[in-house]
T-cell receptor
């Protein structure tokens, strides 16, 4: 069975600074990987996904993530954070068949300070 | 709005009462998922349907939980004899079975059991 670890529960960055959120997964085969963002009291919005090919994937809102098989990681990055990026971020792992549901990490809460 | 729709958004109920949540998926999506999310945690998978068939229900939390998707369109999640521990956000998501687990979430239904 697949699993996801997000080592950082809470991160605070200054507006305009760069951001990296960590995600490590466990899965025996090639995973499908996702990042979602959740604002307080809202559902989850898909930021980006990795299925195959180029290991650096671009998403919405200026986010990108890099798949590193050797490190079992899929870290999310943004070069310059905006105050509106403050939210909860979830990494998820799925399978190629799609017959097993996505498994989510516990999330990283991002705070942005002026 | 062609996204996933959930109703009601908020529900407060007394312990022991039954509650039902409804989810309308994105219209062309044949898969529908239910997840539960408690404070500080990531979404936890409950069950999913492909068309009207419930393909996985072993993760439903107890026999008080049941879900239906009678015509392969909307779905309902019912919790009988609610307990305070059932207080959580119940998230619905949908996908195409050919999309490799790319699921799109609704805004969620908050349940508070008093």
């Amino acid at each position: 069975a697949q699993s996801v670890t997000q080592p950082d529960i809470h991160i605070t960055v200054s507006e305009g600074a760069s951001l990296e959120l960590r995600c490590n997964y466990s899965y025996g085969a090639t995973p499908y990987l996702f990042w979602y963002v959740q604002s307080p009291g809202q559902g989850l919005q898909l930021l980006l996904k990795y299925f195959s090919g180029d290991t650096l994937v671009q998403g919405i809102k200026g986010f990108e993530a890099e798949f590193k098989r050797s490190q079992s990681s899929f870290n999310l990055r943004k070069p310059s954070v905006h105050w509106s990026d403050a939210a909860e971020y979830f990494c998820a792992v799925g399978t190629r068949s799609g017959n097993t549901p996505l498994v989510f990490g516990k999330g990283t809460r991002l705070s942005v300070i002026a | 709005d062609t996204g996933v729709s959930q109703d009601p958004r908020h529900k407060i109920t007394k312990r022991g009462q039954n509650v039902t949540f409804r989810c309308d998926p994105i219209s062309e999506h044949n898969r529908l998922y239910w997840y539960r999310q408690t404070l500080g945690q990531g979404p936890e998978f409950l069950t999913y349907f492909q068309n009207e068939a419930q393909l996985e229900k072993s993760r439903l939390l107890s026999d008080r939980f049941s879900a239906e998707r009678p015509k392969g369109s909307f779905s309902t999640l019912e919790i009988q004899r609610t307990e305070q521990g059932d207080s959580a956000m119940y998230l619905c998501a949908s996908s195409l079975s050919t999309s490799g687990n790319t699921i799109y979430f609704g805004e969620g239904s908050w349940l508070t059991v008093v």
